[in-house]
Each structure stands twice: as C-alpha cells, then as structure tokens.
Nanobody, 123 residues
Framework: QVQLVESGGGLVQAGDSLRLSCAASGRTFSSYAMGWFRQAPGKEREFLAAIIRGGGSTRYADSVKGRFTISRDNTRNMGYLQMNNLKPEDTAVYHC????????????????WGQGTQVTVSS
C-alpha cells in the first residue's frame, strides 16, 4: 500500500481559496490513481474527485465541479486539490486516497487513505 499524508487545511472565509496537498510514500505513486474525499460531522464520507495514474483524466462530484480541481505531480509523489469559492458547507475533514484502480476510488472503496486535514469555512 501507499502511505498518504494530507496538509494545507485551515480556517478560511467564504469565497476564499485553499489548496490541499497529499504526500505519498512507500510505493510508486505513479502506479496509483488518487482521489479526494471529505467527511463533515454527522455525515457520510463523500467522494469529491479522482485522477488517473498519469493525470490525463479526472472525475468530479457534482457538488464541487467547477470549483475544485484535482491534480498530481508524479515527479514529486504529490497530489493536490485546489478549492475555490469555498462555502460554509465545504467545512469537513478532507482525505486523500489512492488505489491502483481509479474505479475503486470513484465508488469510494480505495485501498489507501490519509489521516485527513480539517477545512473550516466561516460565513
């Protein structure tokens, strides 16, 4: 499995932008698709975005399409989630995930999870 560590969360105001990072180690990162999820208090974990191994194709949940952008840098073993025009309802713990199958990420069943980073958006 690949080990994942998120960073970049924090407290921001509505309308602000934030970029989350996901550092991967332990395995060849370029062999894994990766994705981002979030979980708000009292709610189920929600799929947000996925990107294939080479980065040439992405997929987004309707709730973030047009506001969030997933990307990766395989030379640095890093994944990113750029979040623009943040809203209070985006407040959650954000997790990155990885799997050799992008399908497993899209159906919320990846093999590796990061511990999460808190994002809080004030109104």
């Amino acid at each position: 499995q690949v080990q994942l560590v998120e960073s970049g969360g924090g407290l921001v105001q509505a309308g602000d932008s934030l970029r989350l990072s996901c550092a991967a180690s332990g395995r060849t990162f370029s062999s894994y698709a990766m994705g981002w999820f979030r979980q708000a208090p009292g709610k189920e974990r929600e799929f947000l975005a996925a990107i294939i191994r080479g980065g040439g194709s992405t997929r987004y949940a309707d709730s973030v399409k047009g506001r969030f952008t997933i990307s990766r840098d395989n030379t640095r073993n890093m994944g990113y989630l750029q979040m623009n025009n943040l809203k209070p309802e985006d407040t959650a713990v954000y997790h990155c995930a990885a799997d050799q199958s992008c399908h497993n990420i899209v159906v919320s069943n990846p093999g590796s999870w990061g511990q999460g980073t808190q994002v809080t958006v004030s109104s």
